[in-house]
């Protein structure tokens, strides 16, 4: 099989998933979009989603994300993991949406690159929903105050949160947990409409909890090379 047919068979693998997930949680299917997460896959396999009518890709390593947004136009670029903020200003001159903002710092170096390179940059504020600050994301008190933060700097627009779902824990409880935190962010600022949530083992509970982007990598791309996660 070649690999474009590799990857149309596994799209529409994930397509089925996620129109089973729509129609189970009473939701139409053009309230949650897929993005693809081609990160450490090549620029090839970004071109050939594409082709195959993709229009949000994800990446978690900012020279790698770099590369591959120059090199192709036409997509949606995602960033969605870990933003250190020395890699801030590059990441806000290609991508479109930040999925992992989460701390006060980050949102003032992401609006400073955002500014220099002329652009407007959505940003998702990542809810921590184990409490380990090791895995990212801001504390569910803390959002009210970044979203402020986000609203008042140049560049950026504030687009909603962004959750993993805790390792070994219910994915349908956390995501309970970040519908509620969703849900008091849009009380204050309701354009604020996005809930990423969900991967490839949790998008059906993801789109039963109201999740708006899935973050899929394996069921699109294939298992990656555990060397590379
Ligand atoms: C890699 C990654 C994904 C893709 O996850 P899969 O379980 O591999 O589908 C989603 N979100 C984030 C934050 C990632 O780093």
Not at 37 to 43: C, D, E, F, M, S
Not at 61 to 75: C, Y
Request: hydrophobic share 45%; charged share 25%; net charge negative.
């Amino acid at each position: 099989m070649s690999r474009r047919d590799e990857l149309a068979a596994n799209l529409s693998h994930v397509e089925a998933r996620i129109q089973r997930a729509c129609r189970a949680a009473g939701r139409p299917r053009d309230a949650v979009a897929l993005v693809a997460v081609t990160k450490t896959w090549p620029l090839a396999d970004c071109c050939l989603l594409k082709d195959l009518g993709v229009t949000d890709l994800g990446e978690n390593r900012d020279q790698e994300a770099a590369d591959k947004a120059a090199a192709l136009d036409g997509v949606r670029w995602h960033f969605v993991g870990a933003v250190q903020t020395n890699k801030a200003r590059s990441v806000a001159s290609y991508a479109d949406v930040v999925h992992s903002v989460d701390r006060p710092s980050l949102v003032s170096v992401l609006g400073d690159g955002a500014v220099r390179s002329g652009r407007t940059v959505e940003v998702l504020l990542q809810v921590s929903l184990d409490g380990d600050p090791d895995r990212g994301g801001a504390a569910p008190d803390a959002v009210p105050g970044l979203a402020e933060q986000v609203v008042l700097t140049e560049g950026l627009r504030l687009g909603g949160v962004m959750a993993v779902a805790p390792l070994g824990a219910d994915p349908a409880e956390a995501f309970a947990r970040l519908a509620d935190v969703a849900a008091r962010l849009r009380a204050d600022h309701p354009q604020a409409t996005a809930v990423s949530a969900g991967m490839t083992g949790d998008l059906e509970q993801a789109v039963a909890a109201g999740a708006t982007h899935l973050r899929v990598g394996p069921a699109v791309l294939g298992a990656r090379p555990a060397s590379l996660r």
